[in-house]
């Protein structure tokens, strides 16, 4: 148990509806990183904030957002769903800024979306 | 623009033996390398890592192979146990992101 916890596990919508992923990072962490993975993809850094505010972006599309939470707990919000955007999300945590080799990235367990 | 690869979506290996994962990459400001491994159902878990200033790195089982000058990475498992079958992700960290390849599937077989 990395104690990063996500909600809800799986999830199943169809195009065009709005999600909410939810992430809880590990007690006193305060960065937060989302990712995808598609099928036969590797993960695709999307967003990262750090004590609420964003720090770093990656190929996040702009249908999607995120934010963190003064209690340090994050959400993935994806609208205008297509049936592409169905993948893993996952998010992990690290205490500072920065990550490397020694500020190791832990991950949730994620959530699997499935757009029909 | 894949930055980090691992060209074998998958590898089977004998219970005993040497499981050899490979990783290659493009960027040349990648400062530190890790390793994860991922089970179904679960997120992927910190394996090992190594700083760019270095060329080897060993925790037990596991070492980590870098070759700047080829920008290539391996992972070796020594020896090989059913439990280390999982999926390895290989990542690479440039100004505090980690940009992962696509994973290769190992196989350790009884």
Not at chain 1, 10 to 18: K, P
Not at chain 1, 28 to 44: A, E, F, R
């Amino acid at each position: 148990d990395s104690g990063v916890t996500q909600t809800p596990k799986h999830l199943i919508t169809a195009t065009g509806q709005r999600v909410t992923l939810r992430c809880s990072p590990r007690s006193g962490d305060l960065s937060v990183y989302w990712y995808q993975q598609s099928l036969d993809q590797g993960l695709q850094f999307l967003i990262q904030y750090y004590n609420g505010e964003e720090r770093a972006k990656g190929n996040i599309l702009e249908r999607f957002s995120a934010q963190q939470f003064p209690d340090l707990h994050s959400e993935l919000n994806l609208s205008s769903l297509e049936l592409g955007d169905s993948a893993l999300y996952f998010c992990a945590s690290t205490p500072l800024l920065r990550s490397g080799g020694l500020d190791t990235q832990y991950f949730g367990p994620g959530t699997r979306l499935t757009v029909l | 623009d894949q930055q980090v690869k691992q060209n074998s979506p998958s590898l089977s290996v004998q219970e005993g033996r040497i499981s050899i994962l490979n990783c290659d990459y493009t960027n040349s400001m990648f400062d530190y390398f890790l390793w994860y491994k991922k089970y179904p159902a679960e997120g992927p878990t910190f394996l090992i890592s190594i700083s760019s200033i270095k060329d080897k790195n060993e925790d037990g089982r596991f070492t980590v192979f870098l070759n700047k000058s080829a920008k290539h990475l391996s992972l070796h498992i020594v020896p090989s146990q059913p439990g280390d079958s999982a999926v390895y992700f290989c990542a690479a960290s440039t100004s505090g992101k980690l940009i992962f390849g696509q994973g290769t599937t190992l196989q350790v077989k009884p």
